[in-house]
């Protein structure tokens, strides 16, 4: 008998079905956005000195890694079913010791880290697309070093002197990985729920200490076969401490003891009880560890006594913005791989077309070719947003009593993390929809971005927390000021840019987040929390859309100026003109408060 798969005719007999050669075409190799990298970060990170220098070398030997080394392994670690836990030992995919020990080797790791713990000292935001490139190519192996740099940037915030000397150089050089242990089975969002002890200790071989015990869930790459020793960043209460939030303290508790050259030694209490299967990311690893089985893990604490949950965050902002990296990144595997399927794949004459054309790609189609812009306009004005952010991280570091510097840093993290990570799922899901039916089997491998893309709206708090951010604490502490300077610039752009349908849209768009944010100020907290996703969802929108002006403002006079101003308009034309609907539900916030949750 025969059926229809999307568009496919495929022939089922009583133990195959047998396609046609498309659905076999292997995934489409990735190739690193070189140029719209460039142009993003010369018109948004104005790189100067060394890092304008080596900007150009380190982009192309990034990419190399990125396309030889990494892209290979993705599909097939997908496939294989990801790592594996035996025997207490939990096992990586094929090859991901070897492209691990180059990448250590050729000292990636350390990038944008200080160079007195044995980093490059370059900026974040040059860091940003390189991140992007490991995790546009093997995402599930990238998240281990991704966890690593907050690992080692909360260290070098908090750590003390003895934890910086014998953990932090090893952190940097990406000899050990460091991971965050927050979540345990009653406690997620609310970390005041933790459970997990510290118990203080002091003996002749490990001096003051604490002995930690409890459960952790959910920690990525908690284990591994890459790396020596790995480094545990927990969250746990010692004794007497107050309830809640204010009771929490942090800790560093390493899976080997370190004897007295600083090499692994005695193995800690600590044990993997089981990886969880996942909806995707399946080489990576997710831990769920037991700490203190027997005696207490060893651990010591980091910073003050119940104020672990402010050293956390210097981690989680880090990973925040990362994450962020990782949508763009997401998001630019899958248009890659729907444009060139587009590009090949033939089926019908286009609307439009001559009689004589029948045999032009889908393509040519109004509708296919939409989706395609919309995955391209919406990566392109994301990856400058993630820069953005990463520009701002950068000058709050190098001004620590900049002010302005770091509010514009905290105002921005919970916008591209929550804005680029929800693109990114929708991207990934457009993708698919440009492959037809042949984007719903795992053989062509469209399904894996949208598997993998799922997590990101979820962890290092999910989105629904960074609107909460973004309203109650970002815009709550200086009653929008932060927001109001950041408008500001945008309205300096807009005025920059000749008459178009890109000045036209993007001016409504800015007077629409205007009118939010001085309306969010203005509104108590519970009906404010209402309206925070929609207005996460407009700031995005509209900042994304000034980013792309910018591009456009910069790009040169030629055939990639072109290109830009087209993306740029179907940008204006398509994303920006949602900006005037988000504003009713933002400010319909009784409609949600004032439902009863037993109606639900």
Same mark, same amino acid.
């Given at each position: 008998s025969a059926c229809l798969v999307g568009s496919e005719m495929c022939i089922r007999d009583r133990s195959a079905m047998v396609m046609p050669p498309i659905c076999r075409e292997r995934v489409m190799p990735y190739a690193a956005p070189l140029a719209d990298m460039r142009l993003a970060l010369a018109t948004i990170a104005g790189l100067t000195g060394e890092a304008a220098e080596l900007a150009g070398p380190v982009l192309e030997e990034a990419a190399r890694f990125a396309e030889s080394e990494l892209d290979p392994l993705n599909q097939p670690a997908d496939r294989s079913g990801g790592s594996v836990l035996e025997n207490g030992v939990v096992r990586t995919p094929k090859?991901?010791?070897?492209a691990y020990r180059a990448y250590v080797d050729a000292g990636w790791m350390g990038l944008a880290s200080d160079p007195e713990h044995g980093g490059q000292g370059l900026p974040l935001a040059l860091a940003a697309p390189v991140i *992007?490139?490991?995790?546009?190519?093997?995402?599930?192996?990238?998240?281990?070093?991704?966890?690593?740099?907050?690992? +080692?940037? +909360?260290?070098e915030a908090h750590g003390s002197d003895e934890q910086k000397r014998l953990y932090l150089r090893k952190l940097v050089s990406g000899e050990w990985t460091g991971t965050m242990n927050l979540t345990e089975p009653q406690a997620g969002s609310d970390l005041g729920a933790l459970r997990s002890r510290a118990v203080p200790a002091r003996d002749e071989r490990w001096g003051e200490h604490y002995r930690i015990s409890g459960q952790k869930i959910f920690i990525t790459y908690g284990d591994h076969d890459l790396t020596d020793n790995i480094v545990h960043m927990v969250l746990a209460r010692a004794p007497d401490?107050? @309830?809640?939030?204010?009771?929490?303290?942090?800790?560093?508790?390493?899976?080997?003891? @370190?004897?007295g050259?600083?090499?692994p030694g005695q193995r800690n209490d600590i044990r993997t009880l089981r990886l969880e299967e996942k909806l995707g990311i399946h080489a990576s690893p997710t831990c769920v560890l037991s700490y203190g089985e027997e005696?207490?893990?060893?651990?010591?604490?980091?910073?003050? *006594?119940n104020r672990g949950l402010e050293c956390m965050f210097t981690m989680m902002n880090s990973e925040r913005l990362l994450v962020a990296v990782q949508g763009v990144a997401i998001a630019e595997r899958a248009y890659q791989q729907a444009r060139e399927y587009a590009r090949t794949r033939v089926q019908g004459r286009p609307l439009g077309a001559p009689p004589d054309k029948a045999g032009l790609p889908i393509a040519y189609h109004p509708d296919v070719r939409r989706m395609l812009l919309s995955m391209r306009a919406g990566t392109e004005a994301a990856r400058g947003l993630v820069y953005c952010a990463a520009v701002a991280i950068d000058a709050a570091r190098l001004n620590p009593n900049d002010e302005r510097a770091q509010r514009r840093a905290d105002l921005l993290i919970p916008v591209v993390k929550g804005w680029c990570t929800d693109l990114a799922v929708e991207?990934?899901?457009t993708g698919i929809q440009v492959h037809g039916g042949m984007g719903y089997v795992e053989e062509t491998g469209v399904a894996q971005y949208l598997r993998d893309a799922r997590i990101l709206p979820i962890y290092e708090g999910t989105n629904g927390i960074q609107a909460n951010d973004l309203v109650g604490r970002k815009l709550g502490r200086d009653r929008g000021e932060a927001a109001r300077e950041l408008i500001a610039e945008m309205r300096e752009t807009a005025s920059a840019l000749k008459p178009s349908p890109v000045t036209e849209r993007l001016a409504a768009g800015?007077?629409?987040? *205007?009118?939010?944010? *001085?309306?969010?100020?203005?509104? %108590?907290? @519970?009906?404010?929390?209402?309206?925070?996703?929609?207005? +996460?969802?407009?700031?995005?929108?509209?900042?994304? %859309?000034?980013? +792309?002006?910018?591009?456009?403002?910069?790009?040169?006079?030629d055939e990639g100026a072109a290109v830009k101003r087209a993306v740029a308009r179907f940008y204006a034309e398509h994303y920006l003109t949602r900006a005037p609907a988000y504003l009713p539900a933002i400010k319909a916030g009784a409609t949600v408060t004032e439902f009863d949750p037993d109606w639900l």
């Open positions: 090859g991901f010791r070897e *992007e490139m490991w995790n546009s190519a093997c995402m599930g192996w990238a998240l281990c070093p991704l966890l690593n740099h907050g690992a +080692l940037a +909360l260290l401490a107050p @309830p809640g939030s204010r009771g929490i303290s942090l800790f560093l508790v390493p899976k080997f003891l @370190p004897d050259d600083g090499r005696d207490g893990a060893i651990g010591w604490r980091i910073g003050d *006594e991207i990934a899901s800015i007077d629409t987040l *205007e009118h939010a944010t *001085e309306y969010l100020v203005q509104t %108590g907290a @519970p009906l404010a929390a209402a309206g925070s996703s929609p207005y +996460l969802a407009l700031f995005g929108t509209v900042a994304g %859309g000034w980013m +792309l002006a910018r591009q456009v403002l910069a790009a040169k006079d």
